[in-house]
C-alpha cells in the first residue's frame, strides 16, 4: 500500500524558514517524478517544485530562489526547503510522486506566513 506523509508545516513569520518533508511508504521516489504543490483558500493548486528521477529541478517564478526541493532515496523523503517565506506563500502544500502513469498524493500539511 503507498503512503505519503507530510510533515514540517507550521506558523512562521516572513522571512523565515521552515522545511517539509514527505516520507513514502510503498514506493521509491528515485523511481519517478517527486512534487511540491501548493493551495490557498479559494485558489487553484498550483505546482511549486518538481525534481525527475535523475535530479533534475524545476520551480514556478515566484519561489525561485527561495525553495528547494531534494530527495534522500536511502530514506525515501522528499524534502521542500523554504527559506524567505512570505505572507502569499500561505497555502496547504501536497507532496506528489508520479510512478510510471500513477499519481499518488500526500494529506497536506499547512504553512501560515504571518506578516
Known amino acids: 500500500q503507498v503512503q505519503l506523509v507530510e510533515s514540517g508545516g507550521g506558523v512562521v513569520q516572513a522571512g523565515g524558514s521552515l522545511r517539509l518533508s514527505c516520507r513514502a511508504s510503498?514506493?521509491?521516489?528515485?523511481?519517478?517524478?517527486g512534487y511540491w504543490f501548493r493551495q490557498a483558500p479559494g485558489e487553484r493548486r498550483e505546482l511549486v517544485a518538481s525534481?525527475?528521477?535523475?535530479?533534475?529541478?524545476s520551480y514556478v517564478d515566484t519561489v525561485k530562489g527561495r525553495f528547494t526541493i531534494s530527495r534522500d532515496n536511502a530514506d525515501n523523503i522528499l524534502y521542500l526547503q523554504m527559506n524567505g517565506l512570505k505572507p502569499e506563500d500561505t497555502a496547504v502544500y501536497y507532496c506528489?510522486?508520479?510512478?510510471?502513469?500513477?499519481?499518488?498524493w500526500g494529506q497536506g500539511t499547512q504553512v501560515t506566513v504571518s506578516s
Open positions: 506528489r510522486a508520479s510512478i510510471g502513469l500513477t499519481l499518488y
Open positions: 525534481i525527475t528521477s535523475g535530479g533534475g529541478n
Open positions: 510503498g514506493l521509491a521516489f528515485s523511481r519517478g517524478a
